[in-house]
């Protein structure tokens, strides 16, 4: 029978290096409701290698048994992830996407085979949040969307109340000329209405939670998609940085450079269409052609253009690509296909672990 547990932060907090890993953030927690009597559960230790920047699982204990594998449980979305070692504890590494996930997600658990485990929100950023997105978890509201105002603002059901939202970091909502390509505020209510109509959605709160007109500012996110983040990448949107909610400002700047360089939407010039709303790029007379075809399906590649490429537009590495025999590839969607490794590295994309 599962026993259900709870991770909960010892008192006082007690930060444990891990032996060979000496990790930069770690928390230490135990088991607690729902333990059998007598039965110690294994101690938990959430942690990032400071060399690699990997984000680990260790589970530590002299009669903890040596599990091949643990699955993880975040939002109704599940993984699979495998023993990689054995150092002071069984190691376990999630692949990156799987920890931004976590990151952002309402409710975490962990299932061993004899115990279901609630990984806390606070104890994950405490251990795996990077610095410029702060240590503590943000707080998180779930709605669903009710109309879409304009290109960065929404109205949310959150089941007690309906909020009006703006969205944090981004400027779509005016007409704007750019390089002579002009966008109006249909358009760009258009880009955002595809993205979050009906659905939804995840609003991640910062610092400052209303704006001057009582608009409850939030990153938007449908699924593991942040709407703030792909309109920019779209370049349905620009970046527009206001003090202090800042979380994602780096990634803002990095994804308008890219549709800048890319001449997408609002960026696009005057002679050329605007960039089709997919993770394909245009190109443009004389450009390099980019690598890589789109899936044949939902879940297949052509078969001359086997690799699978999954793009994730707020994670690091952006990319990754899983070859035909790797263990996840059965389990991927492809963004993109590539013939070649080197094709694949060429867009940008790095290896998976597994």
């Not at 589970?59 to 990689?84: F, N």
């Not at 995840?202 to 792909?230: H, I, K, S, T, W």
């Not at 609002?266 to 709303?277: G, H, K, R």
């Not at 890589?292 to 994730?312: H, M, R, T």
Request: glycine share 6%; net charge neutral.
């Amino acid at each position: 029978m599962i026993r259900q547990s709870l991770l909960i932060l010892a008192a006082p907090l007690v930060l444990v290096a891990a032996l060979a890993l000496s990790p930069a953030h770690v928390v230490t927690a135990q088991p607690a409701a729902g333990q059998e009597a007598g039965v110690p559960g294994p101690r938990i230790v959430l942690g990032t290698d400071p060399k690699t920047g990997q984000r680990y699982i260790q589970l530590a204990g002299q009669s903890t048994p040596a599990y091949p594998t643990i699955d993880l449980l975040c939002d109704g979305k599940r993984w699979t992830v495998a023993l990689t070692r054995s150092e002071g504890g069984l190691i376990y590494e999630p692949l990156r996407s799987v920890t931004e996930t976590m990151l952002a997600a309402v409710d975490c658990r962990m299932f061993l085979p004899d115990q279901e485990i609630t990984l806390a929100r606070a104890q994950l950023w405490a251990a795996w949040a990077i610095h410029s997105r702060g240590s503590e978890a943000p707080a998180i509201l779930v709605g669903q969307v009710l109309d879409v105002v304009d290109g960065n603002t929404i109205r949310v059901n959150l089941g007690d109340r309906v909020e009006t939202v703006r969205y944090i970091g981004i400027n779509a909502k005016t007409t704007q000329a750019v390089k002579g390509q002009s966008q109006s505020g249909a358009d760009v209510a258009d880009a955002n209405r595809q993205l979050v109509a009906r659905q939804q959605v995840r609003l991640e709160l910062d610092a400052q939670e209303r704006d001057r007109e009582g608009r409850l500012l939030a990153y938007v996110f449908v699924a593991d998609r942040m709407v703030n983040a792909e309109l920019i990448r779209r370049g349905s949107a620009e970046t527009m940085t206001i003090q202090p909610n800042v979380r994602y400002r780096d990634l803002f700047v990095t994804l308008e450079q890219e549709a800048r360089d890319d001449r997408r939407g609002l960026w696009a010039d005057q002679s050329e269409p605007t960039t089709p709303t997919t993770l394909a790029q245009a190109t443009s007379p004389g450009a390099k052609e980019r690598p890589g075809v789109p899936p044949e399906s939902a879940w297949a590649c052509p078969a001359a253009q086997p690799i699978k490429g999954l793009f994730n537009a707020f994670s690091s590495p952006r990319c990754i690509f899983h070859v035909p025999d790797s263990e996840l590839y059965g389990a991927t969607k492809p963004d993109r296909c590539y013939a070649t490794v080197d094709d694949a590295r060429q867009d940008g994309c790095q290896a998976a672990r597994r």
